[in-house]
Nanobody, 116 residues
Framework: QVQLVESGGGLVQPGGSLRLSCKAS????????MHWVRQAPGKGLGLEWV?????????NHADSVKGRFTISRDNLKNTVYLSMNNLKSEDTAVYYC????????RGQGTQVTVSS
């Protein structure tokens, strides 16, 4: 079955950087679009789409993270990454990698907290 395992979250100061990883299994990774979505505290069950990467490595990012976040993939390692720079307090959230833009098929998530 599909399994997505995120890692790399943590506590970081505003302006800092983190790199998230997501190891995928149970499907043909190289043929799949991959996404990152996030759920901020106090936002109920709502998920915000963050970034996407297609099978050719083309990427797209939400306006809120454009220029600060970069999604990438390594098909040999079945892993998708999210490099996050110049982090802001509003980036605090649980980050999930997902098979779809709505996050219906996603991992268990990794917590990112941006605070001084």
């Amino acid at each position: 079955q599909v399994q997505l395992v995120e890692s790399g979250g943590g506590l970081v100061q505003p302006g800092g950087s983190l790199r998230l990883s997501c190891k995928a299994s149970g499907f043909t990774f190289s043929q799949a679009w991959m996404h990152w979505v996030r759920q901020a505290p106090g936002k109920g069950l709502g998920l915000e789409w963050v970034s996407a990467i297609d099978t050719n490595g083309n990427t797209n990012h939400a306006d809120s993270v454009k220029g600060r976040f970069t999604i990438s993939r390594d098909n040999l390692k079945n892993t998708v990454y999210l490099s996050m720079n110049n982090l802001k307090s509003e980036d605090t959230a649980v980050y999930y990698c997902a098979r779809d833009v709505w996050g219906n098929v996603r991992g268990q998530g990794t917590q990112v907290t941006v605070s001084s």
